[in-house]
């Protein structure tokens, strides 16, 4: 697209660092290079008017993965990197406290569950939690106490697990464990609140410019876009899943996530997050007659990336949530359904680093953005500084 002279000439001039990528990770990445040298130009670049990746299409839960979650991650990275893990979640959700408040969050303590139910997967699950009970709490008790204690006064001076046998019976679970740490945030207010923040902070953000490759140049890098050449000294990749499309190498994936959102009688489910099937599926409340249900990924359903559309692919997935959620929150009607896409990998570790002189990254959240997304962008703001 061509540009005229005054966007040339000062909207689009080169920019110190730009960020590329307004999700969470992207946007805190912008907020701490710009408060950290005000006199720097920072730009931060968005390919979508809202979001098409998953900061404003997740599901809004303040978490650290559940007991079936935390057993694959003992399985794959082993007890010391799970224990780090926790951690990130644990000080991400803080630090993003620390940046934007808990009331522009909206975030409340509701706490959360895992629910699991009486199939033979479920059962060969729970023989493994008790199994692994105390060594679950000890990796998670003291990463949350230590991150969050001064924040969560609910839950500060209990254990990262509890049985809640009457959650179980009030919901038809065969079991019920209680995640007393775990709270709910309103994305859409999360996003506002950091508009705000990074307005206030004179990052120059540009919405509906998509990044198309990104090369070396003699003053740093040129970014190709649809809106032409646009020169950086350094460059912040925070586009997740899809990093892999301008940086060859990442071990990083798109995998599409659907959402959708139930009418319920009044009263339904209790207030609170729930994780099932060892966090591939996942509900929470939103009002006391709107419940939203998600997952699936497991499934394998492939969709396209945005913007292009499968609706026959969509339609098969929101079939087999429908009848998964059946049978936890039966539902009047479907007033909502959405796409979000996650990055994933081997394990569920992000990756910050540096590809090229110049050129870093922070990719890779494993579906724990809203947890680890704050703290990945300080991260990478720290790295974009040093260079």
């Not at 808990?102 to 009486?118: I, N």
């Not at 508009?195 to 990104?214: I, N």
């Not at 040129?222 to 912040?236: C, E, F, K, Q, Y």
């Amino acid at each position: 697209m061509p540009t005229g002279y005054w966007e040339t000439e000062h909207l689009l001039r080169p920019a110190d660092i730009t960020v590329v990528g307004a999700g969470i990770v992207g946007m805190s990445t912008a907020l701490h290079v710009k408060r950290a040298r005000p006199d720097d130009r920072v730009r931060l670049l968005e390919r979508s008017p809202l979001s098409s990746g998953g900061t404003t299409r997740n599901a809004g839960f303040a978490c650290f993965g559940s007991a079936g979650e935390w057993l694959d991650d003992l399985d794959t990275v082993g007890p010391h990197a799970l224990q780090e893990l926790i951690g990130m979640r644990a000080n991400g959700l803080a630090e993003l406290i620390g940046l934007l408040g808990a009331e522009a969050l909206g975030l409340r303590w509701t706490g959360g569950w895992e629910l699991l139910s009486s199939s033979e997967a479920d059962t060969r699950l729970m023989d493994r939690i008790h199994a692994d009970w105390k060594t679950l709490q000890d990796l998670a008790g003291d990463p949350l106490h230590a991150a969050l204690g001064d924040l969560h006064p609910a839950a500060k001076a209990g254990p990262a697990l509890q049985w809640d046998r009457d959650r179980a019976e009030a919901l038809g679970a065969a079991h019920a464990i209680h995640l007393p740490w775990e709270g709910m945030i309103h994305t859409g207010k999360m996003v506002a609140a950091f508009h705000r923040a990074l307005d206030q902070a004179g990052v120059q953000r540009l919405h509906g410019v998509d990044v198309k490759g990104v090369s070396p140049s003699p003053n740093g890098w040129a970014l190709d876009t649809n809106v032409g050449r646009l020169d950086s000294h350094r460059i912040g990749l925070c586009t997740n899943g899809l990093a892999a499309k301008l940086v060859s190498g990442l071990e990083v994936r798109p995998v599409p996530n659907r959402v959708m959102v139930l009418r319920v009688a009044p009263g339904t489910l209790p207030e609170g997050t729930y994780h099932i099937d060892r966090g591939y599926l996942y509900m929470r409340t939103l009002d006391h007659q709107h419940v939203l249900f998600g997952g699936g990924r497991h499934w394998g359903v492939e969709l396209p990336l945005p913007p292009a559309r499968d609706e026959a692919a969509e339609a098969q997935w929101d079939d087999r949530l429908l009848a998964a959620s059946g049978h936890w929150v039966p539902s009047e009607e479907v007033t909502h359904r959405w796409t979000g896409w996650l990055g994933v990998g081997p394990d569920r570790r992000p990756l910050i680093g540096e590809s090229q002189p110049g050129l870093h990254h922070a990719v890779r959240m494993g579906g724990m953005g809203v947890a680890i997304g704050a703290r990945v962008g300080r991260d990478l703001a720290s790295t974009l500084l040093e260079a």
